[in-house]
Every structure is written in C-alpha cells, then in structure tokens.
C-alpha cells in the first residue's frame, strides 16, 4: 500500500526516511520537495489552497502537516487513499504518545532526538506497506530501545528492570506472546495496579454558532467528546449509558443514533444489537467517544446586533445575553468585533466588561472575566469610514467562552458502572464543560 | 538525546569507531552508538557506507537482540550496493531462522526476504516455508509479509515453490491478527499478478467479520477489504454480510468506516432494495459519511469526494441534509470547492431557498476566488432548477451593481449559460446586466458581453453604444474576443442595418486587411462574403436575408450535466471507494496505468443499476454529448479553435460553453493539467 515515507522539516531537509517497497526510487523525496515544499514557500501559496494528494505518473504522494513538519507517504498506483491519510494522523499521535506525552505538536528536535526509535518504529507499523500493528505494548515487546522510552505500568518496570539484571530473553518472547494473544485485548495490559481506583469522565462540548443579522440562529452544532482517565487495576468491564439501564431512549431522543463515533475498544456489535456502551478501557487517558448534534439546542449565548449606517459613520449597537442558569458561571468570554483595515472607530460604550480597540489585529476586544447566567451586557460603537463605502461595511462577530459545569446539549451522564473479578470500589468523577467553537454572527 | 548521533558520516571514521569498540571487553554499549550513526546514514541514503558491509556482518554475531536489528536494517538498505559482502550474512540469518526465540526468527525472515538479491531471494525461499507453520504468531506474521516481498521479486518461482498455498492456510489460522496479516499479503499478490485472485468461503468470512471487533483497526481494513472478493449468490447473502458490517459504521478510524461503507455499496448490487431490507440505512450511511467531516481537513477532503461518487450512483442510498455541507469559515479553500459540488448535486426543489440564501453570502465572500465560484454555482443551480431562476437573475443584477469588477464579470458570464437555458424569459433585464458594459475587462466576460449583445440586440437598448465601446479597442483585444465581437457586430448589423454598417465595416476591414491572425482573416472573409453576395443584397425587409438565416441560428441548448457520467465508469469507481482515484473521479486505468481493474463479478443475484437521480429522461444522443464532456482525459477545444463545418452561429455558442467552466470541471481540470505537466519528468 505504501511504499515509501518522509518526514520533511519546513525546509525540505529529510528528518526520516523508510522504504518498504522497491517500486519507487531512493530519491524519490526530491519529486515532493521540489514540487510541493519549497514551491510553497516560493510563491507565498495560500496553504490551504494545495490538495494533500499529488500524484505524478502512477507515484502518488499523500502528506499531511504536524506542526511545522510534513508527513509524506509515497504510494504507487492506486491505493487505499483514505486509509494512508488515516495512518499518517494514526502515526502523528503514536509519536505524541511516545515522546511528547501530550497532543502539542511534533517538531524536528523530537523527531532527530529519537531518531533510531522512530525509524525501527515505522519498520513495525507497516509490514511491506500495510499498517499492522500500531499498539504502544506491541512496538515496545519487539523494539529493545522503546522500552528505555516507554514504561507503561509497574509491571513493565519490573520486568525490564529482570531484564537488564539477568539478561533474560525470555521477557521479549513472552510479552511478544501477549501482543498476539487473541483472547487478550491489545489495548490494556494484565496486572495492572492501583492503589485507589478511580475513573474520571469529561464530558466536553464545543458549540458552533451562526446567527444572523437580527441575531436570528441561521444554524448551530454541537460537537462533543467524552474523555475518561481511568486509573483501575486488572481487567475491568465497563458499561456506560446516559439514561438508566436498558432504557435507552432518551439517548435516541437526544442525539440521532449514528452521530456516535466510538473508540476501538467499545463493542460495536454489541452496541448495534442491544444499545449498550461496554468496554475494556485502556489504562490511563483516552477519548471514549464524540458526537455531533445537530438539531435545536438552547444556546448559551445569544447576540442581537443593530447597524445604523449613516453617510460615512455605522454604529453597531450588541446585545449579549446568557442563557444558562444562573449557577453557572461563563469565564473568559471575549467578543471580537474584526473591522476591515483604515475604518477608525469613534466611541465605544459598554454597559459592562472592558472593551478596547486593538489597532494591531483591527478588532474591538470586549472582555469578560466572568459572565454570569441570565445577564445582559451592551457594546456600542461608533465607526467612521473613510471612502463613504458603508453600505458594504462587514464586520466579523466572534464570541469566545468557557462554561464549566454546563453542557449546552443537555446531555446526562445516568450510569457508569465497573465490574471487575476483585470487585472493588471505585471513585467515579463526572465533568461537564462547554466551550465556543466558533461562536459567530453573520452581518 | 539520540540528535548527536545524526548527519552524515564517513565510512573510514565509522569503520575506526567499530574498530575500537570491539578492543573492548564489553563493546555492545559503543557498538550501539556506532549503529546509531549507521541508521542516520540509511535515513540520509548515503552510499559510500557499504563498504562496511564486513564490518557490520560480524557484529551480527553478537549475540544482542537489538544490534542484531539495527545491523539487520543497514543489510537491507546497502546489500545492493554491497552484494559480495553481504552473502556473508546468509548463514547467519540461516542460523536465526532455527533459533528458539521467535523475535529472531521474525528478524530473519523479514530481513532476508527484503534484500533483493537473488542468493538472498533463493535462501528466503527456503527459510520462510516452514516459518508459515511456525508456533508462533509474530514469526507466522512475518513470514506471510515474506512470501508478499519474494512474489514480488519473482512471481513464477514463488508460485513454484507452493508458498503461495502455505499462505492460504494462513487464512484459517486460529489467530485472527494472523489471518488479517495473510490477508493483507494476499491482497499485495493479487495487486501485482494478473491471474491471482482471492477465494474464501461464506461461512468462513462471516465468523471472521464476527471477531473483527477484537482485532486492530487496520486489521479490520484489510477484513473489510478482502470481503470485496466475496461474490454472493443470492440476496439473502448479501443481505446476510451487509447485516454483519452495518456496525462498522459507528468505529472511530475513518479508514474502517469508508471501508464498509465501500463493501455496503458494493452488496447493494446484489439486493433488489437494499433501503427497504434496512429500515434507515439511507440515513445511517449519510450520518456514517457526514460524522466523519470532523476529521482533519486532509480527510475530510477525501471523504467528500467520495460523498460525491456516492451521489452520483446511489442517491437512494444516502440521506443527508445539505445544510452538512456549507462552508466553515476556516475551511481550506479544496473542501470549499468540493463542497460547492455536493451543495449542487444536493439542490433540490425543496430546499433551493435554503441552498440560495448561503450561495448569497458566499457571492459576496471577501475572497474574490471563492465569490467567483460561488456565482458560478448559482449559475449552475438555475439551470438545473427552473424555480430557482428568477431569483437567480435578480440576485445577478445585485451583484453587478456591487463595488467588485471581478463579481459584475463573473455574474455577466452566468447570465450567458442561464440565457441559452431559459431562451426568451429574461429578455427584459438585460439591460441592467448590458449597462456594466465599461466594467468587464477578462477576456470570457467580454466574450459572455459580446454574446449577449449579439443575440439579444432588439431587447437591449443601447446595444449600439456597448458595441462601439467594444470596437473602439477592438485592435488590442485578444484573438477570442475579436472573434466574439466579430460575430456580435454581424448579428446587430443583420438586425439593424443601418445603425451598424459602419462597425461592421471597421471590424471586417481590420480583420481582413490588417490582422496577421489567419482565423481572424477566415472568419471576416466568410462574413464579408455573405454580407456582400447578391442573394442578400435585395432591398427592403428582406435584405440579408439569408445571412439572418445563417447567423441568427437559435442558440444551442443548455442541459445540467454534472449528474451524468458514464455507468461503467461510475461502476468501476464504486468498487474503489476510499482510493486515490476516487479523488480525481475518474476510470482508474487513466489515472494508474498500470492498475488492475475492477468489475463488479458475475452472481445470479446481480441486480441491473438503478437511476440515482430523479433527473428528467433525455434523449440518448444528449447523453452521449454529456459523457464526453465528464470524460476527463478530455482536453477542451481551444476557444478560438478554427471554424467548424457547422454555421459560424454555433461557433460562437460552442466558445462560450467552453468558456463557462463549472467548478467540478475546474478542480478535474486542474488535476488533468498537473498531471500531464508532469508527464515529462516520470520516474519509475
């Protein structure tokens, strides 16, 4: 499927190099780097108006960004395109797993400080060009630099530590054992310890906004995502449901059935026959599961703007009102108002907030430290514009906020139960949290 | 930090530093280092280090799992370079082959079958039969990868030596990562080789899809991949394997999703109405494709375009609502492009409003590029929707009125194809679109101008003014433009004689007498003759009578087109959902030459392909037209191609069609003219 693949700086130095096929030459890298990398830094490009896929003869090459670095697959003739894109972004949060330990970027100095690491790495993950194995576990059981990396649980700390003191080879052969052990789950390994058992649930929503002139919702989103850490010893089961047991209604009420996209370890079969969310979780941090809701919801916010336009004057007059309860409280609401270059402004007034004209982005910045529910705010303000142009005067409206401890779409963690051979208790935390996408009005 | 140890090295100070090393009592620490830098050197492809060929095959014999690995790894890189020194290495990986821990019987395996040599070939023959069988999992992998490497350096010999059927059993391994590993080798074999294909029974396929939620993902996509090789024999079949792999639709990985949304595509061809077996597959298939647009733009882009594939072939498949596709403000500008085609194929009566409304804010987007497509995609929906027109034409006369120059053009270019369309209606409002006459200044918007103007001269009333405009740099303009205006003078001079004559006049003196253009001079000398033979001289209303007959020829009819293309071709695609061609939407073969091609099989249950849009029936002979338009390795006739046999009317018209380009054809076209512009400078 893929025969060869690069990791580029944004200069166009190779960072990385792997051949898994001999269809493709070796300085088959030379075709992307003049034709796409430095081609884009010649012309200034616009970056997203390049396709990701460029195929020249019967070579394709299909790359992807990670902060300023290009991930590039080379494939020949015609293949699984989407699956190659869908291994480069697999790929990207492999690294980040292993040697960022968070989701920020990969930038050179972690690609060339593990360089041995990550190119025995992309010798196990694609077997003549087709992903295999893509498992943390897995890659450390073959490759004997990774667990130096890596050391996922006590378990494995201990076992390396026999390791290194007795030289012993059989620790390798049997954890590779385990890696293709079919009755285990490749994402969580046995024996795992803690002290106190505990699961955190983030319940975390992003709501996409667009209003309308008269603040009228032209169309609204919702996107959701629920993340778990879960710090559980053995081998628990978890069955996670947002309404009671068996019941499942409310969940088709709120949310239409296949907006779910679900992690690898929940039973989708299961799921599709008897509409219950089961899963053996892997240790540690993970995203469950994301959702989008599209239907009507109550927004949080709403914006009612008001242009007067005048001669060479506008003044735009914005209502802020919460929506939520008042037990909640919004932090760090920011309201950007974009105005095209040379429009001066004349006078801002707000009822409360600061709000501040920023020359250097040509935005009025009206701040909130703290809104809380069922409140109404002002912004009014007075622009001139030279040239007589204000009919067409467009500014751009942007809300920004952080509401803990509300999710806009209403949704409900009911249960969330573990079940485990040694049948201890856990301390289970719930969050909600909802954040503004893009929060926007349409003028 | 390992980033010491990279860059470019010369052999002579590695070849030292190895040499040190093993002075020592315990050099494994240093020889690592050494290899390190060895690595960083396979990465930066430098050649000179295969002279170290020796060096590193005796270090093999250390006995150390990892220097073992990263010697491995300079062995396949430099044996080309180094074929001597390297048969050294053979009897080592012989030994490794027989070796009790599996990890170097893997190591042994995948190392010997990666070198292209062909002792290395013969020795990979040997070593890999009996590791096909081997009691372990990973060595069972590795070896499957293997016979996929050495079918691919020689087909008949490996045939020959049965490691082809050791594969196949692979396939009923009691391991399921093994099974999808063979799958996945076999999958590669069958690419390469023209008489190979895959052969796996029903019973043995279901229980597979039945553990695939314990595999990896992306041994479920070779799962799902292979079980397109699956011919059902009935409905019930299919029917049987659909229902197995509905659930797919809900994983994470995108690959996996598509991947069966591929294989339910595919299954539907062997149920009469699948949609009514399923209550709500239409619409789990439509919130399978839309739940994955929150992916990074790179994907969604390739889902899209296979939104459209899926469109085009099976609309009764999908149900998703339009409003999905409108544009995100931070959308790149290729899924903007390519969601302006779904929000075209998706346009329908009832939501026209809707889809007009956010076409209106894009018109006046503050990217000129983006605005321009937009109209166009206006222009497009007008024509396919006949309710949609009026508003269409109203909201053109805004736009031409707006400060834009770029947009008054654009807008006057889409009038043209809305006016072949729908003839006579807008006669009327011309004259808001003639009034910008000084603002156009491209080359198609002059020419979309001079159209008009010529056609339509009686309904506009200061055709004459806009004409002399024209005229008065007609010597500067472009040669398609001085055709265009050519042909418009003729018209408005066969309409109104009197007031024309003297453009007429000018124009044909100039192209006849002054300009070195020979399609210029043919085409004056053509109207010259006509206007001056004396069939056309008789006085009174009939004078030119026959020439009115030739030139004012009603113009050609304008049809929406996006929606047809060819059966098989769109067949062939189906079959490739997910892949490289799905992106350009067209027969693989043109893409890949060297691709094998796909077609549905041969079953009892094949049903014949339904109509996926409820478009109006056309004549064939329209159809035929429209498919050799959405052939794309159709290059466009040049605008101001030499006069054809048919009336010089039609001539004009033809231009203009190919001037006003649709958007789906612009992106397709941008695609042909990069990849025949790199022609030139293919590799192999």
């Known amino acids: 499927m893929i025969s060869a693949l690069f990791i580029f700086n944004p200069k166009g130095d190779i960072l990385m190099s ?100 990550i190119f025995e790495i992309l010798g196990e993950v694609l077997e003549f060009g087709y992903p295999s194995n893509m498992e943390p576990s897995y890659l450390a059981s073959v490759i004997p630099g990774l667990s130096d990396v890596k050391v996922k649980s006590i378990e ?288 | 930090m390992d980033a010491n140890y990279f860059g470019k090295c010369k052999a002579s100070e590695l070849r030292a530093e190895i040499g040190q090393a093993r002075k020592k009592g315990k050099p494994n620490a240093r020889v690592k280092v050494v290899l390190k830098k060895i690595i960083s050197n396979i990465i930066l492809n430098k050649v000179e280090l295969a002279s170290l060929m020796n060096e590193v095959v005796y270090l093999l014999t250390l006995d150390d799992y990892e220097i073992s690995r990263l010697c491995s790894h300079y062995i396949v890189h430099y044996a080309a370079y180094n074929p001597e020194d390297a048969l050294n290495a053979l009897e080592i990986y012989h030994r490794f082959a027989q070796d009790k821990d599996p990890l170097l019987r893997a190591l042994s395996v995948k190392t010997v079958s990666s070198v292209r040599q062909k002792d290395f070939f013969r020795q990979g023959l040997i070593i890999t039969r009996p590791l096909l069988d081997d009691n372990n999992p990973h060595v069972r992998t590795a070896a499957a990868f293997a ?167 099976r609309r009764y498949l999908v149900d998703v609502d339009v409003e999905l596709f409108f544009w995100n403000l931070d959308d790149p500008m290729y899924i903007k492009d390519t969601k302006l085609e779904i929000i075209y194929l998706l ?48 909201l053109l006369i805004d736009l031409l009125a707006g400060e834009s120059p770029r947009i008054a053009q654009e807008a006057m270019i889409v009038m043209t194809n809305i006016l072949r369309k729908y003839q006579n209606t807008y006669d009327d409002t011309l004259d808001h679109f003639v009034i910008h006459y000084k603002t156009m200044e491209d080359d198609d918007a002059k020419i979309a101008l001079s159209w008009i103007l010529g056609n339509y001269s009686e309904s506009i009333t200061f055709t004459s003014e806009a004409l002399k405009y024209l005229c008065d740099t007609y010597e500067k303009e472009s040669v398609p433009v001085q055709l265009a205006i050519m042909t418009a003078v003729v018209k408005y001079y066969v309409a109104n004689p009197l007031d024309a004559e003297s453009l007429v006049l000018q124009v044909l003196k100039y192209a006849t007498e002054e300009s070195g253009n020979p399609d210029l001079r043919e085409r004056g000398l053509f109207y010259w003759r006509m206007i001056t033979h004396e069939y056309n001289a008789e006085p009174g209303p009939n004078l030119q009578k026959y020439t009115k007959h030739v030139v004012m020829e009603r113009r050609c009819q304008i049809t929406p087109d996006a929606e047809n293309i060819d ?29 094998k091609q796909k077609s549905l099989p041969k079953s009892p249950a094949l049903q014949e392909r339904r109509k996926s849009m409820s478009s109006p029936k056309k004549s064939s002979k329209e159809t035929n037209r429209k498919h050799e338009l959405m052939r794309l390795d159709n290059v466009r006739p040049p605008l101001y191609s030499a006069p054809r046999s048919r009336s010089t009317a039609s001539i004009t018209a033809d231009s203009l069609a190919d001037s006003v380009e649709r958007p789906s054809e612009s992106l397709k076209n941008k695609f042909v003219r990069r990849a025949s512009s790199m022609m030139g400078k293919k590799h192999t």
């Open chain 1, 18 to 117: 792997k051949f898994y096929k001999n269809d493709v030459r070796r300085n088959v890298h030379e075709i992307f780097r003049i034709q796409v990398i430095n081609s884009a830094g010649k012309y200034l490009a616009p970056q997203d108006s390049r396709l990701p896929v460029l195929t020249i003869g019967s070579t394709s090459f299909v790359s992807i960004r990670s902060g300023p670095l290009w991930l590039v697959a080379v494939a020949r003739s015609n293949q699984d395109c989407l699956a190659i894109l869908e291994f480069l972004y697999a790929l990207v949060h492999l690294f980040q797993k292993i040697f960022v330990h968070d989701n920020s970027p990969l930038t050179e100095s972690i690609i060339l400080g593990n360089f041995v690491n």
């Open chain 1, 156 to 443: 494995k700390k201990d076992s390396d530590l026999r390791r290194k003191i007795l030289g012993d080879k059989k620790a390798h052969s049997s954890s590779i054992d385990q890696a293709y052990d079919a009755s285990r789950v490749s994402w969580r390994e046995p024996g795992i310890k803690y002290r106190k058992n505990e699961i955190f649930l983030n319940v975390d929503e992003k709501v996409n906004v667009l209003l309308g002139r008269s603040g009228e919702l032209l169309r609204s989103q919702i996107e959701g995502a629920i993340a778990m850490k879960c710090h559980l010893s053995g081998m628990p089961m978890c069955r996670f449901g947002f309404s009671g047991e068996g019941v499942d209604e409310d969940l088709r009420d709120t949310i239409t059935l296949d907006d779910f996209k679900f992690h690898k370890c929940v039973d989708l079969a299961k799921y599709d026959s008897d509409q219950v969310i089961a899963f053996v979780p892997p240790d540690g941090l993970f995203q469950l599961m994301n959702y989008t809701i599209t239907e009507a919801h109550s927004l949080p916010f709403s914006i009612v703007p008001t242009l007067t336009t005048g001669a060479e004057r506008v003044s735009l007059n914005l209502r802020l009102t919460s929506n939520y309860s008042s037990l909640s409280t919004a932090t760090n609401a920011i309201l950007h108002v974009q105005v095209p270059p040379g429009v001066a402004k004349h006078t801002i007034r707000s009822s409360q907030g600061k709000a501040k004209f920023k020359s250097g982005e040509n935005a009025i910045v009206w701040k909130f430290a703290k809104f809380f529910g069922h409140q109404t705010h002002e912004l009014s303000i007075d622009f001139e514009i030279p040239g007589g142009s204000a009919a067409s005067f467009k500014p751009k409206i942007s809300l920004d906020f952080t509401l803990e401890t509300h999710n806009a779409s209403g949704l409900q963690v009911k249960f969330l139960k573990v079940l485990e051979k040694s049948n201890y208790r856990t301390v289970k935390w719930v969050k909600y949290c909802t954040q503004a996408g893009s929060y926007e009005v349409r003028i």
């Open chain 2, 147 to 313: 016979v996929a490497r050495l079918f691919h350096e020689n087909q008949v010999k490996v045939v020959d030596s049965g490691l082809i059927e050791g594969l196949n059993d692979l396939l009923y391994d009691e391991n399921k990562n093994v099974v999808a590993s063979a799958l996945a080798a076999l999958d590669s074999i069958i690419q390469s080789s023209p008489s190979h294909s895959l052969n796996v029974n029903k019973e043995h396929l279901l229980s597979l899809i039945a553990g695939i939620g314990t595999t990896s993902e992306w041994k479920q996509v070779s799962l799902l991949d292979a079980l397109m090789s699956y011919v059902p024999q009935s409905s019930d079949d299919a029917l049987e394997m659909m229902d197995a792999v509905l659930p797919c639709f809900l994983h994470e990985n995108t690959a996996v999703v598509l991947n069966s949304v591929k294989l339910v595509v595919y299954l539907s061809n062997f149920i009469a109405s699948p949609e009514s077996n399923f209550s709500g597959l239409d619409k789990r298939l439509g919130s399978a494709l839309v739940s994955m647009l929150s992916k990074p733009p790179e994907i969604q882009f390739l889902v899209l375009r296979n939104v459209i594939l899926i469109l085009l072939g």
């Open chain 2, 347 to 394: 346009a329908d009566e009832g939501n026209y409003e809707i889809v007009f409304r956010e076409l209106e804010e894009y018109a006046t987007d503050v990217d000129v590029k983006m605005a321009r497509k937009a109209i166009r995609a206006f222009g497009n929906l007008s024509i396919k929707l006949e309710a949609a027109a009026d508003r269409c034409v109203a």
């Open chain 2, 567 to 595: 059966p098989a071709n769109l067949e062939e695609l189906e079959l490739n959902i997910g892949t490289l061609a799905s992106i350009y939407l067209k027969s693989v073969r043109v893409v890949f030459r060297f691709a």
